[in-house]
């Protein structure tokens, strides 16, 4: 659908379109934050049920869970508290409160899937194409209404404000490096699954939040 020209003489060329700033609603907030994390907190129970891991603070959360057995939404909460002083600080008051909700969403949701949702076989091919990707579409949502999941979640989404640096590249920086030290924890094939499923994730990211393709407030 190709774009209507503007109207002879009464607005100039250069003139700044007028879709997409509209500033969002508490209750379009309300609702990005539900959906996001119910959307992230699916394609995490993928990645729980398959054996998998994935990058940023959720990935380290997988680690120690697998490691130690404690819960894992309360591991999602506790390793993103330092974090929240950059949020504050780089991406201001709202932002972080946002997040904060939207972390705390997160951890109750990854809780209380395994009594809502009973896999009984989940090909783990499956598991790490599906999940990547819900996550990523769970991240476009949340970073669309100027929230995150914490961590490098925060630290990616500035860079890409203050830099211009996109935010799918970045984090797969930070992802690798996490899947890397998870070595140790996994057999080869989950480990390359696990590759796929961050790298789905964040092409995703890379090809849907770009700076300048979607104004968010």
Do not use: C
């Amino acid at each position: 659908m190709s774009a209507l020209p503007h109207p002879p003489n009464t607005t100039p060329p250069t003139a700044a379109p007028t879709w997409g700033v509209a500033r969002h609603t508490w209750l379009d907030d309300a609702q990005a934050l539900l959906t996001g994390t119910l959307i992230v907190a699916l394609g995490l129970v993928l990645f729980r049920h398959a054996g998998l891991v994935t990058g940023g603070t959720v990935g380290l959360a997988f680690l120690v869970h697998y490691a130690s057995g404690l819960s894992f939404g309360a591991l999602v909460f506790v390793i993103n508290l330092p974090f929240y002083a950059l949020a504050w600080v780089r991406m201001g008051r709202a932002f972080t409160l946002k997040t904060v909700l939207a972390v705390a969403l997160l951890a109750a949701f990854t809780e209380a899937m395994p009594r809502w949702i009973e896999l009984q076989h989940l090909d783990p091919v499956f598991a790490a194409a599906a999940g990547g990707l819900l996550v990523g579409v769970g991240f476009i949502i949340l970073f669309r209404h100027r929230a995150s999941l914490g961590g490098f979640n925060t630290l990616v989404l500035w860079l890409q404000e203050r830099f211009g640096w996109r935010a799918g590249v970045v984090q797969l920086v930070i992802d690798g490096s996490i899947l890397l030290a998870s070595w140790p924890l996994l057999d080869a094939q989950r480990l390359v699954l696990s590759v796929l499923a961050a790298a789905l994730m964040n092409i995703t990211l890379a090809i849907n939040h770009r700076p300048g393709r979607y104004v968010a407030f």
